[in-house]
């Protein structure tokens, strides 16, 4: 039994090195590894680029600042809290642009714009003064969130922010695309 499940390892990787030879491109989407922490911080960052990933959960979220020379982590609220601030924020920007509610104060959009950076950038402020860039990997409902509406601090953070909709910072490289330059 041992041997069979071996020669099928086997030969599954046998098959693995042949798919990647013939179509590299679909083997990377097909068949992806992961990215440590080290190859992210060797790949694809700079001095002036760090990379923001979440991950929502019921009791709590996370987030990871990874930068060149460090990893950060913080513990941020709930998904359902988050939701309930992305969705509320969304329907003030819809309702600003679309101009369907003049009586909105400005005074509510800006509440709910700063709380939104305290609860998701604010964690990892004091580590972004260098960054020049911020590639954001979001988690559900993240995905929904504008980032590049949020207030920006005095000095600026963060110049240009990319965001990435990807399941997740381990996912290769190839997947990643920029949502929003």
Known sequence: MKQDLADAESSLEQFLLEAHRANPQYASLKHFQPLSPARIQQELLDSQTALLEYVLGDEASYG????????V????????DLNGLINEYRKALLDRSSGTSEAQP???LNNLRERLYGALIGPFQNRLAA??????VVDKSLA???FETLPAR??????RMNT?????????????????K
Request: proline share 14%; net charge positive; hydrophobic share 40%.
């Open 64 to 71: 990871w600042l990874v930068s060149k020379d460090r990893i």
């Open 106 to 108: 400005a005074a509510k």
């Open 144 to 146: 929904y969130l504008p």
């Open 131 to 136: 960054t020049q860039r911020l590639l954001i």
């Open 164 to 180: 990435w909709s990807s399941g997740s910072r381990l996912r290769m490289r190839p997947q990643l695309r920029p949502w929003r």
């Open 154 to 159: 005095k000095p600026p953070v963060v110049r």
């Open 73 to 80: 982590a913080a513990k941020l609220p709930p998904e359902k």
